[in-house]
């Protein structure tokens, strides 16, 4: 069973940063992939970043340059260094596990790619 849990939502003004956080439950952790989604209301899910075990990363085009993601193995935690947010950016935020290689064969953003995800944090961005 992998659980995900993610923190560090909130509200911050545009061209402010944010992190989020995602603790990830499972022994095996650092075999999966990694993404973050987010859906804001009325839109459908999309996929942000994603991160293979060995660093190895994709963006969306509208993140590109402002977030980050990384990965600590050995504390089994996911991030999101999120800068430069502007209104466009809120939603609400999601961690996802893939047992495929979602980066190398270009998954990152598809949602159906994942097995596992977490319960999402808010992020809302005002000007």
């Known amino acids: 069973q992998v659980q995900l849990v993610e923190s560090g939502g909130g509200s911050v003004l545009a061209g402010g940063s944010l992190t989020l956080s995602c603790a990830v439950s499972a022994h095996t952790w650092r075999w999966f992939s990694l993404g973050w989604f987010r859906q804001a209301p009325g839109k459908e899910r999309e996929g942000v970043a994603a991160?293979?075990?060995?660093?190895?990363?994709s963006y969306a085009d509208s993140v590109k340059g402002r977030f980050t993601i990384s990965r600590d193995n050995a504390g089994n935690t996911l991030y999101l260094q999120m800068n430069s947010l502007n209104v466009d950016d809120t939603a609400t935020y999601y961690c996802a596990a893939s047992a495929y290689y979602v980066v190398r064969f270009s998954w990152g953003a598809r949602a159906d790619r994942y097995s596992y995800w977490g319960q999402g944090t808010q992020v809302t961005v005002s000007s």
């Open positions: 991160i293979e075990r060995d660093g190895r990363s």
